[in-house]
């Protein structure tokens, strides 16, 4: 794998996000080495916790990559926004539980990793949010249907409609991450809290997961098939192709004609 760095040791799996310098940002090839990272996780039965962490200091992860996604037709988005879902299910439907060890910039499918994740761990300097509205479009990887079951409607609306971002005890209150602690204790934290999950007895942590998911996931699937048809429709809007393009040449956006 070139972007994804995978270790394991007392039956903790750590996977690790290698793209500091693009600030971590998910291509394609990047979502399928993290699922199959998580599959290697997923296969090995000696596993009883995984923590998913990124190299650097400035990102958790900055989301997609823009360069990449501003090429996409609707086609292509949706096959993009599916396999990115792929990934984010891979996490939410794990075999056992995975802990998100997060530092910087967690933004759009950052923040979508965390939705999807069992516990999250943030660091004091986090910044989390999904700004996909910015660029003209929504977000695809499973945030317009994962925020509101974390945080409720109206408060996934509000942050979805503005594209704000989450400090890290802002996001502590609403419930999308469970821990702060400063940056240099960050791996410390989620380290220990997954030894303490790995220490419980491995069929009944794997079954707890599965109930709890089981009374949330009900009506999941249809729910993100709705949100990838509908963000595959934006990308035939010169709406968006402006938001992105102006994104890339960081300028403001042109005015918006509802098309």
């Not at 760095?5 to 600030?23: D, F, M």
């Not at 910039?105 to 949010?129: F, P, R």
Request: charged share 25%; aromatic share 6%.
């Amino acid at each position: 794998m070139e972007f994804m760095l995978y270790e394991s040791s007392n039956h903790i799996a750590v996977i690790t996000v290698n793209r500091p310098r693009a600030l971590n940002a998910f291509n394609s090839q990047m979502l399928d080495e993290l699922t199959s990272a998580l599959k290697q996780a997923e296969e090995d039965k000696d596993i009883r916790c995984v923590i998913l962490t990124a190299a650097g200091e400035r990102a958790f992860t900055a989301g997609g990559d823009i360069k990449e996604e501003v090429q996409l037709n609707p086609a292509e988005a949706a096959a993009f926004s599916e396999r990115g879902k792929k990934c984010i299910l891979s996490i939410f439907h794990h075999r056992v539980p995975v802990i998100s060890a997060v530092r910087g910039y967690a933004l759009g499918g950052g923040m979508e990793i965390i939705l999807a994740s069992d516990i999250t761990v943030a660091a004091t300097d986090a910044k989390i949010g999904i700004p996909t509205i910015r660029l003209g479009g929504i977000p695809g990887w499973g945030s317009t249907v994962l925020l509101p079951r974390t945080v409720g409607a109206s408060r996934a609306k509000e942050l979805l409609y503005s594209g704000r971002s989450l400090d890290a005890e802002e996001a502590l209150r609403l419930g999308v991450v469970e821990f702060v602690t400063e940056p240099e204790k960050l791996m410390e934290t989620a380290q220990k809290l997954a030894a303490e999950i790995a220490d419980m007895a491995p069929v009944a942590v794997e079954s707890m997961k599965k109930s709890i998911n089981g009374s949330i996931s009900t009506g999941l699937d249809e729910c993100l098939k709705t949100e990838t048809d509908l963000f595959a429709a934006c990308f035939a809007t010169a709406d968006h192709l402006e938001a992105t393009t102006a994104f890339l040449e960081k300028r403001p956006h042109g005015e918006y004609h509802g098309n």
